[in-house]
């Protein structure tokens, strides 16, 4: 069955088939933050998102070559630097680091580059594809020296976003105030210096000054992953004007169409029904939801498990149910490690688990909940095969299917697994209570205990899991 994305552009399910004439490599673009403070959990439901759609796309085969972009230089981090008096590099410098910290916590795969929009080779490029832009007529220089791209040259502006350019005037989406554009929906490719940029100015053609926001992207994208990318994505709230202005600013330079093959957006995540805002208190980064007791994983999982088109109400009882889940999910991988080393002298192979349902449910636009419908499904129903005993090589065999799940979801806590130092002595300790040894076996308790695991003794004999995990 083939794979289907829901395309922004064409608002349909379509098929998903690369570029590449061999299907293997996946160009995918992914914006970034603007690293002028800490991302906040609405920017991280886009991050993992693009995680699960990489991963699922790996998981069945292609190869993703992905790229996402820092801004570090926009009015938010000029004016923040300005604040603080500090040089833009040394202002932003804290927020890129907090944003690689965050991804790793939340098991975000790294993606192939991190294009900066500062980084000399992106500026050159960005300076050379405004020239091109403006050859063609396509842009232009207005009196205050800032360079516009023409939208009314650009017929196909407005489609990603579904609307006319007439109604641009009443959108109040634009700034109105400047009134040296040819058209009111007219963007900036480059901004002219004024004394509000302090000290951050770069040469151009056009005098000193730095780029918009739009251009950084479709130059980082272009010079990284070439004329036309498989997929592109973002929050909704880069469909108009940013994902519109890339089209127009790509396609007009390389006069290649489409820009982008599929366009796929997430929608908002809200905070207890309400959008997010400093005002409000229901603004969170990462960081406040460690300090409440959650986990990384448990944060991935309340992003991940709404699909990515459906607004994300994230709540506090959400993270409970997503701790739940994950509790359910340790315990059967626990039942399971336990019936695979029972039976470790078993040598026979058991046949593999034939059962490819999550997969098949994200093929369809990344349905993930009905993929995980499908996994706690398989558990439940595992659970009550170990109930009733299973031999270990078909405990291996179920534990082999969740590792391909595993490789898409990100899922599972790795310090669950007992390493062999945790087996030998939660072995030694089952043989000193055998033995009656009850001194032996508290000191074995204690010593588990300082490697975070805890020994239980349960009427079905000693359980050991990992202490504190959740
Ligand atoms: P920004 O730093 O504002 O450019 O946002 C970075 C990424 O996060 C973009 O793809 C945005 O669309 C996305 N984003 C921002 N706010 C939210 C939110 N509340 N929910 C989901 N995605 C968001
Ligand atoms: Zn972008």
Redesign the pocket.
């Known amino acids: 069955m083939a794979i289907k994305f829901f395309n922004t552009y064409s608002r349909e399910l379509e098929e998903f088939h690369p570029l590449d004439p061999a299907g293997k490599v996946v160009k995918m673009y992914?914006?970034?933050?603007?690293v002028y403070s800490r991302?906040?959990i609405?920017?991280f439901?886009?991050?993992v998102f693009e995680d699960l759609l990489q991963r699922h796309l790996e998981s069945r085969g292609y190869d993703v070559h992905r790229v996402m972009n820092l801004?570090d230089v926009d009015d938010k981090t000029i004016r923040g630097s300005r604040a603080q008096n500090l040089p833009l590099r040394d202002f932003t410098a804290p927020f890129k680091e907090a944003f690689f910290e965050d991804l790793d916590t939340l098991q975000i795969k790294r993606a192939r580059a991190y294009p900066a929009a500062t980084e000399e080779c992106y500026l050159q490029a960005m300076i050379a594809m405004i020239k091109t832009l403006i050859e063609r007529g396509l842009a232009y220089q207005a009196e205050d020296k800032s360079i516009y791209y023409r939208i009314n040259r650009f017929p196909k502006y407005g489609q990603l976003a579904h609307f006319d350019l007439a109604e641009l005037k009443s959108t109040g989406r634009v700034k109105n105030d400047e009134y040296d554009k040819e058209h009111i929906g007219d963007f900036a490719l480059w901004k002219a210096w004024d004394e509000e940029d302090g000290n951050v100015w770069w040469e151009s053609p056009w005098g000193r000054g730095r780029p918009g926001w739009h251009i950084e992207c479709s130059a980082m994208s272009m010079s990284l992953l070439g004329e036309q990318l498989d997929i592109h994505?973002?929050?909704?709230?880069?469909i108009f004007p940013h994902h519109e202005a890339e089209i127009a600013q790509s396609e007009g330079c390389s006069g290649v169409a489409p820009f982008v093959r599929y366009w796929l957006h997430?929608?908002?995540?809200?905070v207890e029904g309400q959008k997010?805002s400093k005002s409000l208190g229901n603004f969170y980064v990462l960081p406040d939801l460690l300090a409440k007791g959650y986990t990384g994983r448990e944060v991935r999982f309340a992003l991940l498990r709404v699909h990515y088109r459906a607004p994300?109400n994230f709540t506090f009882d959400g993270l409970e149910e997503a701790r739940q889940s994950l509790a359910r999910l340790d315990e059967w991988l626990r039942r399971l490690w336990e019936a695979a080393r029972a039976g470790e002298r078993q040598a026979h192979q058991a046949k593999s688990i034939e059962d490819d349902g999550f997969a098949i449910a994200l093929d369809d636009d990344l349905n993930i909940s009905a993929a995980l419908g499908h996994l706690f499904d398989r558990i439940r129903e595992s659970n009550r095969a170990l109930d009733s005993g299973i031999d270990s090589a078909r405990a291996l065999a179920w534990l082999d299917w969740w590792g391909g799940i595993n490789r898409v979801l990100a899922l599972e806590a790795t310090e669950t697994r007992p390493n062999e130092e945790i087996i030998q002595l939660a072995e030694e300790r089952a043989r000193a209570r055998m033995a009656r040894d009850w001194k032996k076996s508290d000191q074995l308790r204690d010593q588990l205990a300082e490697l975070g695991w805890e020994a239980r003794d349960t009427k079905d004999g000693q359980v050991v899991t990992p202490k504190n995990h959740a």
């Not at 992914?30 to 603007?34: A, E, K, S």
């Not at 994505?233 to 880069?238: A, I, P, S």
């Not at 997430?266 to 809200?270: D, E």
């Open positions: 992914t914006c970034g933050p603007t991302a906040h609405g920017n439901r886009a991050y801004t994505c973002g929050g909704v709230d880069n997430c929608a908002h995540l809200l997010m994300l």
